[in-house]
């Protein structure tokens, strides 16, 4: 079997271009695995490849969601099962891209299939939060969930809840059914890399290509979101260049500001990426220049051709 590859790595890092490339040499198709490049709203600020960027190489799971949906890794990867299966059913290389990581990990190490939450269970442990406070959610959870509890650091009170809220639901532990996951695609089938350049020009990569979003009509694409009025609590609403962007829409703010916050936030959710991958794909091939990009592409070219 064809192997399955991985391009991951930090936003501006040069993921879709490498992509592109490495399908143009092994006869592959783009796969998503950005999770702001799937929603519809979001061509040009989530940088989803235009067209003429896509070059004639079939591309997968881009912007197919609406707005109003909350896209879950779930979701996707009940999506991306088929698409994948579909390529090497054709005997095509399938090429997942993108600064997901959680995408990743849940297609090699599996995601729990935790059943669905009630209302009722998640306003008693929000009862909880709301009566007594963070710190007797916190002590509710390391009672029914130490595996779990000890994980979140700090007062995260959204992955207490959903320690706590799972228990209530299920009389089970988020950690045993942690424990049940199972690979969609086992590691053996991939081949993975993960970009990490040198940060001060991934830094100057990233402010060069936000004012080119602006100049390309970023700015228009946030304010037909803005007049759209979507709730502020979408994970779509994520994306940097919509918050940033509204304070400007609203007359609170210059559009110089609200560029320079956007910038900013960028770099630091690249910073975030840059430390989760580095954290969490130990096991990939790190690639910090060219001469690594070179002798990846050619191991993987060997093995499909």
Request: proline share 5%.
């Amino acid at each position: 079997m064809k192997p399955i590859i991985c391009i991951a790595g930090p936003t501006a890092s040069g993921k879709s271009s490498w992509a592109l490339e490495i399908a143009k040499s092994v006869g592959g198709e783009i796969i998503n695995a950005d999770a702001l490049q799937v929603y519809e709203d979001l061509q040009i600020l989530s940088a989803r490849p235009t067209p003429d960027e896509m070059d004639g190489v079939p591309h997968h799971l881009f912007g197919h969601v609406a707005g109003t949906t909350r896209y879950s890794t779930g979701e996707w990867l009940r999506d991306v099962q088929p698409v994948i299966l579909d390529c090497l059913a054709r005997d095509v290389v399938p090429i997942l891209t993108g600064g997901t990581g959680l995408y990743f990990k849940a297609l090699i190490e599996g995601i729990a299939k935790v059943p669905p939450i009630s209302d009722a269970a998640m306003s008693q442990a929000q009862a909880i939060l709301d009566d007594d406070g963070i710190a007797a959610l916190r002590a509710k959870a390391e009672a029914v969930d130490s595996v779990a509890a000890a994980r979140v650091l700090g007062n995260d009170p959204q992955r207490l809840l959903r320690i706590v809220s799972v228990h209530m639901e299920t009389g089970q532990a988020l950690s045993a059914w942690q424990e049940k996951t199972r690979p969609i695609i086992p590691k053996s089938f991939c081949a993975r890399a993960v970009l990490l350049p040198e940060r001060e020009s991934l830094y100057a990569r990233i402010n060069a290509r936000f004012e080119a979003m602006v100049d390309n009509g970023g700015l228009e694409e946030a304010k037909a979101v803005f007049e759209k009025g979507y709730d502020v609590s979408l994970p779509m609403m994520k994306a940097i260049g919509l918050q940033q962007f509204f304070p400007y829409l609203r007359g609170e703010m210059s559009l110089n500001d609200s560029v320079d916050i956007a910038k900013r936030d960028t770099r630091r959710f690249a910073k975030r990426q840059y430390t989760w991958f580095r954290g969490q794909a130990k096991d990939w091939v790190h690639i910090h220049n060219n001469a690594q990009k070179i002798q990846f592409q050619a191991d993987i070219t060997e093995k499909t051709l």
